[in-house]
C-alpha cells in the first residue's frame, strides 16, 4: 500500500517555481538528472573500495529510455540507490543543496541564469506532469516506488527490485503550442543525442540510448554511448569554451556567479596531474565561519574520491575551489591515510607554487582585477602571513597591497620601496580605522614635511602580521606610532635633551598627575601643530591592545603608553607657567592633555564625564581672567 506524504515548506516552493517554470531553459532537467545518476554512481563506486558490505557493479552507466505512447522518457542508474528514509530526506526536503540556495536567489530575484546553475531534481518538473522513482540501495535487497504529480503530496510504497540503483522516470506533459511548449522533442532521439552532447558531455559514465539502425535493409536496435566521458578538465585546454568552464564551475560547485579567475593546468613527469582552480567572485556565504571548509575534489583517473581534500590546499589560499586529478594516487587506501600520502604533498606543494605564480601575474598584467581579488580576500592572505610564525611569509610578502598616506591606490611593499629615498631605513607603517581618521594624527605632521610616504593599516591583522613579517628585504617596519624622533638632526636632538633636563620637574608632575595610564612623559620634536601625542613603545602597541581586548580568552595585555609634549606649542608655555604659579592645577592641565591626545589618535577616553568636568572648569576660569 502507498503511504501519502507532504513536502516540507521549500521544497513546495521550489516545486510550484519548476511546474510554473519561469524559465526557458527546461532542457537542463536531463543534464541534472543524469548529473544525480553520476553522482549516484560516484557514491558507490567510492563505497564498494571502504566499504565491505557494498557490492560495487561490473560496468557502470546511465541508460536513457523512450517511451513514445506512454510519453515517458526514464534515466537509470546503477549508482548507490535510496533507501525509504533517504527516499523522504532528499526528496521531500531541501537540505543544504544547491537546490536551497538556489531558492533564497530566487526569492531575492538575484537569479537570472537559471540555464547554468544546478537545481537538481525537482527541475523534473518543469517538463513532467508526474515523476516516478524506483529505486533500491546498495543497502538493501528490495526497493521503493515514490511517485508525484508535484502537488503538495507525493506517495511511497515497497517494491521488488531485482536491481541495484535508481530509475527515474518522467512522464512528459502535453505540447502548448500557443505557448510553444513543446515536450515531444525529449523522445526523439535526435534531442537526447545533442543535450547530452551539450551538458553531459564529460560525465565519466556512459550514458547510452537505444537508437534504431538500418543495415542490410534490416532494423534493428541497438544501445549507443552518447558522451564521449572524457572529463572537462581533461580536454585540451584549446577544445575548452569560457562558457563551457564556466557552466561546468557553477554545476560542480554550487556557484552564482563566473569565477573571478580560472587556474587551468597540467604536469606531467615525476608527478602527473591535472588541476582545474577557481577562485570565487565572491567567498562562500560561510567562508568567514567554522562551518566554511577548505579543500579540493580529489579524482584519480577520472574517478572521483574525495569532496574536499584539505590537504591539497594551504590555508592562505583557503578560498580557492576546484578539483585535482591524478594517475599517481593509490585508490583503495582509506582518506586519513591518502592526507599522508607522499605524492599527494607532492602535488599539494605544485598547486601551492601555481596558485601564487598566477596571482603575481595577475597583479604584473591586470592589476585592476588583482585589486578585486586583494579587496576580497587580503585578510585571508595576511592571516597566512602571520600563520604558523611566518612559515609562509616570504612566499606571501609580494601578493600583499597597502594603501598610503601619499596614495589612494594600493601599492606593494616592492613598490614602497623602490619609491622610498636611498637614506629611508624603515618601512613607515601607521594605523588606524580609515584614512581620514590616520591622516589626522599628529605624528604624521613630520613624515608629510619630508615627504616621506607611510603604509595604512588599517585591518586589525595588519599589525599582528607586521610583526612576523619583521622586514622587507632587509628593511624593518617601524611604526609611525613607535618611531621616535627618527628625523631631527643631531642639534635638535641635543637642544631636545637639554630642555628636557630643564623642565624635568614639570615632566615630572605631569607624569605623577597621570600615574598609571602613562609610563613616560617626554618632550617631542616631531609634533608639528599638535600639543600633544600619544604612541606606545616596545611591545604591543594601543591598537594591537583593542584588538586583542575584543577575542575571547585572551590574556589582558596593556600598551606601554608614552605622552609626548610639543615643546614649541604655546601650551607648553602655559603649562610652564601654571606649573611655577599653581602646582595643584597641573592635575587638571595633564589630564585634558592625555585626553585630548586620546581622542586624536581615535581611541575613546577613559572617563568622558571627568574629561568634561575639566574642560568646563578650565573654562570657566579662562572666562574670569
Ligand atoms: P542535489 O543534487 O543538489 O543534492 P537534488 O534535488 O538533485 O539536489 O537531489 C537531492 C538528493 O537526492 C541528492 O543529494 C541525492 O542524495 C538524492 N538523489 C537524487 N538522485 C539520485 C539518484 N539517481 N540516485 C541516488 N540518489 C539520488
Known amino acids: 500500500m502507498a503511504k501519502t506524504k507532504y513536502f516540507k515548506t521549500e521544497s513546495k516552493k521550489l516545486l510550484d517555481l519548476m511546474i510554473n517554470a519561469i524559465y526557458t531553459h527546461k532542457d537542463i532537467f536531463l543534464r541534472e538528472l543524469i548529473s544525480n545518476a553520476s553522482d549516484a554512481i ?25 517511451d513514445e505512447e ?6 537509470e542508474d546503477n549508482g548507490i540507490g535510496m ?25 531575492k530575484q538575484e537569479v537570472d541564469m537559471i540555464g547554468q546553475f544546478g537545481v537538481g531534481f525537482y527541475s523534473a518538473f518543469m517538463v513532467a506532469d508526474m515523476v516516478e522513482i524506483e529505486t533500491r540501495s546498495a543497502y538493501e535487497s528490495s526497493g521503493y516506488r515514490w511517485r508525484s504529480k508535484g502537488s503538495a503530496t507525493y506517495q511511497i510504497e515497497s517494491i521488488e527490485r531485482d536491481t541495484i540503483g535508481t530509475k527515474i522516470t518522467v512522464y512528459l506533459r502535453e505540447d502548448n503550442s500557443d505557448e510553444e511548449l513543446d515536450f515531444s522533442r525529449y523522445l526523439k532521439t535526435a534531442t537526447l543525442q545533442s543535450l547530452v552532447k551539450q551538458y553531459s558531455d564529460y560525465i565519466r559514465y556512459p550514458i547510452t540510448l537505444p537508437i534504431e539502425k538500418e543495415e542490410d535493409g534490416e532494423k534493428r536496435v541497438e544501445r549507443e554511448t552518447l558522451n564521449s566521458m572524457i572529463p572537462l578538465w581533461k580536454k585540451p585546454k584549446s577544445a575548452l569554451t569560457d562558457e563551457a568552464v564556466e557552466t561546468f564551475y557553477k554545476r560542480q560547485f554550487n556557484a552564482f556567479d563566473a569565477p573571478l579567475h580560472t587556474i587551468h593546468t597540467s604536469v606531467e613527469g615525476k608527478l602527473t596531474y591535472t588541476a582545474l582552480l577557481f577562485i570565487p567572485q565572491k567567498p562562500a556565504h560561510d567562508f568567514y565561519t567554522e562551518n566554511y571548509e577548505k579543500g579540493l ?25 576546484g578539483l585535482v586529478d591524478s594517475a599517481d594516487l593509490t585508490l583503495n587506501i582509506s582518506r586519513e591515510m591518502l592526507q599522508h600520502d607522499r605524492q599527494l604533498k607532492a602535488i599539494a606543494r605544485h598547486i601551492e607554487k601555481k596558485i601564487r605564480n598566477e596571482l603575481e601575474k595577475l597583479l604584473a598584467n591586470d592589476r585592476e582585477k588583482y585589486i578585486t581579488f586583494y579587496d576580497t580576500y587580503k585578510t585571508t592572505l595576511k592571516y597566512g602571513v602571520y600563520d604558523q610564525f611566518g612559515a609562509n611569509k616570504d612566499s606571501l ?17 616592492k613598490e614602497y620601496m623602490d619609491q622610498k629615498s636611498e637614506s629611508q631605513e624603515a618601512i613607515y607603517y601607521v594605523t588606524g580605522k580609515s584614512k581620514s581618521e590616520i591622516l589626522a594624527r599628529p605624528q604624521l605632521g613630520a613624515f608629510k614635511d619630508k615627504n616621506i610616504d607611510v603604509l595604512l593599516f588599517t585591518d586589525d591583522i595588519d599589525e599582528f602580521m607586521v610583526q612576523v613579517l619583521a622586514d622587507y628585504d632587509g628593511v624593518p617596519f617601524k611604526s609611525v606610532q613607535q618611531a621616535e624622533n627618527d628625523f631631527i638632526d643631531e642639534d635638535a636632538k641635543a637642544a631636545l635633551k637639554e630642555k628636557t633636563t630643564t623642565h624635568k620637574d614639570l615632566l615630572d608632575a605631569i607624569k605623577e598627575s597621570l600615574g598609571e595610564k602613562v609610563s613616560t612623559v617626554t618632550l617631542s620634536g616631531r609634533l608639528k601643530d599638535a600639543p600633544v601625542c600619544i604612541v606606545s613603545g616596545e611591545g604591543i602597541s594601543m591598537e594591537m591592545e583593542k584588538v586583542l581586548r575584543n577575542l575571547p580568552n585572551q590574556p589582558e595585555l596593556k600598551a606601554d603608553k608614552i605622552l609626548e609634549i610639543n615643546p614649541e606649542h604655546p601650551i607648553f608655555g ?28 581615535g581611541y575613546p577616553i577613559d572617563d568622558p564625564a571627568e574629561f568634561s568636568r575639566l574642560m568646563t572648569d578650565l573654562m570657566l576660569e579662562a572666562s574670569k581672567k
Do not use: C, W
Open 70 to 75: 506512454a510519453r515517458t522518457l526514464s534515466i
Open 42 to 66: 560516484d557514491k558507490r563506486h567510492h563505497l564498494s573500495l571502504v566499504d565491505e558490505t557494498i557490492q560495487g557493479a561490473e560496468d557502470y552507466s546511465i541508460d536513457l529510455s523512450v
Open 397 to 413: 610578502k609580494d601578493l600583499l597591497m597597502f594603501k598610503t598616506a601619499q596614495n589612494d591606490d594600493y601599492i606593494t611593499l
Open 574 to 601: 602655559a603649562l610652564e607657567t601654571v606649573h611655577k604659579a599653581n602646582p595643584d592645577k597641573i592635575d587638571d592641565y595633564a589630564n585634558v592633555l592625555y585626553h585630548q591626545a586620546l581622542l586624536l589618535e
Open 83 to 107: 533507501r525509504e528514509e533517504e527516499l523522504i530526506h532528499n526528496l521531500g526536503t531541501i537540505a543544504e543543496s544547491g537546490s536551497k540556495a538556489f531558492l533564497e536567489k530566487v526569492e
Open 297 to 321: 575534489q580529489l579524482y584519480s583517473k577520472g574517478v572521483f574520491i574525495e569532496d574536499k581534500n584539505k590537504a591539497l590546499i594551504p590555508d592562505h589560499f583557503r578560498f580557492v575551489r
